[in-house]
């Protein structure tokens, strides 16, 4: 019912930039909360940031300071700035989306997921 794709991974140095977008598809009364998530080689899924329909945020201590969510609810699409980046942010990355279907029941998307790598 709801599609995620990512853009915009890649390999950077260490304290180089990324921006990951995520765009949202697919028929829903309405997409609330989305956010991106990341999982490094053998270690579990965790957040990275959130953000609500209205725009309230929330990070992860761990890039507090360095990454910027943000969204455009008109394209439905999700983006996440990525600063002073450190190889410990090498992870595959994934967008998540929490939508109301017509249905009115609640549906739990997720991205296909894009590798971000950064060297020291």
Do not use: H
């Given at each position: 019912?709801?599609?995620?794709?990512?853009?915009?991974?890649?390999?950077?140095?260490?304290?180089?930039?990324?921006?990951?977008?995520?765009?949202?598809?697919?028929?829903?009364?309405?997409?609330?909360?989305?956010?991106?998530?990341?999982?490094?080689?053998?270690?579990?899924?965790?957040?990275?940031?959130?953000?609500?329909?209205?725009?309230?945020?929330?990070?992860?201590?761990?890039?507090?300071?360095?990454?910027?969510?943000s969204r455009?609810?008109?394209?439905?699409?999700?983006?996440?700035?990525?600063?002073?980046?450190?190889?410990?942010?090498?992870?595959?990355?994934?967008?998540?989306?929490?939508?109301?279907?017509?249905?009115?029941?609640?549906?739990?998307?997720?991205?296909?997921?894009?590798?971000?790598?950064?060297?020291?």
């Amino acid at each position: 019912q709801v599609r995620l794709v990512e853009f915009g991974g890649g390999l950077v140095q260490a304290g180089g930039s990324l921006r990951l977008s995520c765009a949202a598809s697919g028929s829903a009364y309405r997409i609330n909360a989305m956010g991106w998530y990341r999982q490094a080689p053998g270690k579990q899924r965790e957040l990275v940031a959130t953000i609500t329909s209205g725009g309230g945020t929330n990070y992860a201590d761990s890039v507090k300071g360095r990454f910027t969510i943000s969204r455009d609810n008109a394209k439905n699409t999700v983006y996440l700035q990525m600063n002073s980046l450190k190889p410990e942010d090498t992870a595959v990355y994934y967008c998540n989306a929490g939508a109301t279907l017509w249905t009115l029941k609640a549906y739990d998307a997720w991205g296909q997921g894009t590798q971000v790598t950064v060297s020291a």
